[in-house]
Protein backbone atom coordinates (compact mmCIF):
# COMPACT_ATOMS: atom_id res chain seq x y z
CA UNK A 1 0.00 0.00 0.00
CA UNK A 2 1.14 3.56 -0.94
CA UNK A 3 2.51 6.10 1.88
CA UNK A 4 -0.36 8.23 0.68
CA UNK A 5 -3.03 5.73 1.65
CA UNK A 6 -1.38 4.78 5.05
CA UNK A 7 -1.16 8.82 6.04
CA UNK A 8 -4.62 9.10 4.74
CA UNK A 9 -6.23 6.93 6.81
CA UNK A 10 -4.07 7.66 9.57
CA UNK A 11 -4.90 11.21 9.83
CA UNK A 12 -9.10 10.66 8.98
CA UNK A 13 -8.88 8.30 12.40
CA UNK A 14 -6.98 11.09 14.24
CA UNK A 15 -9.31 13.63 13.28
CA UNK A 16 -12.66 11.30 14.91
CA UNK A 17 -9.98 10.46 17.55
CA UNK A 18 -9.37 13.89 18.28
CA UNK A 19 -13.08 15.52 18.13
CA UNK A 20 -13.72 13.08 20.54
CA UNK A 21 -11.13 13.95 23.17
CA UNK A 22 -11.79 17.48 22.53
CA UNK A 23 -15.44 16.75 22.95
CA UNK A 24 -14.65 15.22 26.47
CA UNK A 25 -11.72 17.88 27.72
CA UNK A 26 -11.59 20.41 25.16
CA UNK A 27 -7.59 20.13 24.04
CA UNK A 28 -5.52 23.07 23.03
CA UNK A 29 -4.51 23.54 19.52
CA UNK A 30 -0.88 22.50 20.77
CA UNK A 31 -1.96 19.57 21.64
CA UNK A 32 -3.79 18.42 18.33
CA UNK A 33 -0.97 18.91 16.77
CA UNK A 34 1.05 16.97 18.63
CA UNK A 35 -0.91 14.46 17.80
CA UNK A 36 -1.11 14.80 14.15
CA UNK A 37 2.49 14.51 13.82
CA UNK A 38 2.59 11.48 15.91
CA UNK A 39 -0.16 9.60 14.00
CA UNK A 40 1.89 10.80 10.97
CA UNK A 41 5.22 9.38 12.33
CA UNK A 42 3.12 6.32 13.61
CA UNK A 43 1.63 5.64 10.18
CA UNK A 44 4.76 5.81 8.24
CA UNK A 45 7.06 3.99 10.77
CA UNK A 46 6.63 0.18 9.72
CA UNK A 47 7.79 0.89 6.73
CA UNK A 48 10.69 3.08 7.86
CA UNK A 49 11.81 -0.06 10.09
CA UNK A 50 11.52 -2.50 7.51
CA UNK A 51 11.96 -0.49 3.58
CA UNK A 52 9.13 -1.89 1.00
CA UNK A 53 12.32 -2.31 -1.07
CA UNK A 54 10.57 -5.62 -2.47
CA UNK A 55 7.57 -7.49 -2.10
CA UNK A 56 8.89 -9.48 0.89
CA UNK A 57 9.45 -6.35 3.17
CA UNK A 58 7.10 -7.64 5.69
CA UNK A 59 9.03 -9.00 8.82
CA UNK A 60 7.80 -8.62 12.67
CA UNK A 61 7.18 -4.79 12.49
CA UNK A 62 4.28 -5.92 9.31
CA UNK A 63 3.33 -8.89 11.75
CA UNK A 64 -0.07 -10.13 13.93
CA UNK A 65 2.27 -9.97 16.89
CA UNK A 66 3.29 -5.99 16.12
CA UNK A 67 -0.48 -5.72 15.23
CA UNK A 68 -1.68 -7.14 18.59
CA UNK A 69 0.67 -5.09 20.57
CA UNK A 70 0.08 -2.05 18.77
CA UNK A 71 -3.78 -2.59 19.55
CA UNK A 72 -2.94 -3.20 23.13
CA UNK A 73 -0.24 -0.16 23.93
CA UNK A 74 -3.23 2.01 21.63
CA UNK A 75 -5.73 1.14 24.30
CA UNK A 76 -3.97 1.44 27.61
CA UNK A 77 -2.54 5.09 26.16
CA UNK A 78 -5.68 6.14 25.02
CA UNK A 79 -7.67 4.45 28.84
CA UNK A 80 -4.63 6.29 30.74
CA UNK A 81 -5.33 9.87 28.67
CA UNK A 82 -8.73 9.51 30.05
CA UNK A 83 -7.54 9.89 34.16
CA UNK A 84 -8.09 13.62 34.74
CA UNK A 85 -5.16 13.25 37.23
CA UNK A 86 -2.69 11.05 35.16
CA UNK A 87 0.95 12.67 34.80
CA UNK A 88 2.64 12.79 31.36
CA UNK A 89 -0.28 13.27 29.71
CA UNK A 90 1.06 15.07 26.84
CA UNK A 91 3.26 12.05 26.62
CA UNK A 92 0.72 9.53 26.71
CA UNK A 93 -1.66 11.04 24.75
CA UNK A 94 1.25 11.45 21.91
CA UNK A 95 2.22 7.74 22.49
CA UNK A 96 -1.71 7.18 22.15
CA UNK A 97 -1.89 9.17 18.65
CA UNK A 98 1.54 7.05 17.20
CA UNK A 99 0.49 3.84 18.02
CA UNK A 100 -2.97 4.39 16.57
CA UNK A 101 -1.41 5.65 13.47
CA UNK A 102 0.93 2.08 13.46
CA UNK A 103 -2.00 0.09 14.09
CA UNK A 104 -4.03 1.50 11.15
CA UNK A 105 -1.04 1.40 8.88
CA UNK A 106 -1.23 -3.06 9.98
CA UNK A 107 -4.60 -3.38 9.29
CA UNK A 108 -4.69 -1.59 5.93
CA UNK A 109 -1.72 -3.97 5.13
CA UNK A 110 -3.97 -6.76 6.08
CA UNK A 111 -6.42 -5.96 3.97
CA UNK A 112 -4.10 -6.28 1.11
CA UNK A 113 -3.55 -9.84 -0.78
CA UNK A 114 -0.04 -10.24 0.94
CA UNK A 115 -1.74 -9.96 4.20
CA UNK A 116 0.65 -9.72 7.98
CA UNK A 117 2.55 -12.41 8.41
CA UNK A 118 2.14 -14.46 11.77
Known sequence: ???GVHLAIGVLAFCLYAGLESQLYGMSPGLVFLGLCAVFTGSLMPD??????SSRHRGFFHSKRA???SA???CLAALLFL??????????YALS????GYLLH???????RRGLPA
Not at 48 to 53: A, H, K, V
Not at 83 to 92: A, D, G, Q, S
Not at 97 to 100: G, I, K, Q, S, V
Request: charged share 20%; with cysteine; glycine share 2%.
Open 67 to 69: LTG
Open 72 to 74: AVF
Open 97 to 100: AFTL
Open 48 to 53: LLERPT
Open 106 to 112: LCADSLT
Open 1 to 3: MRR
Open 83 to 92: LPEIPYRTVI
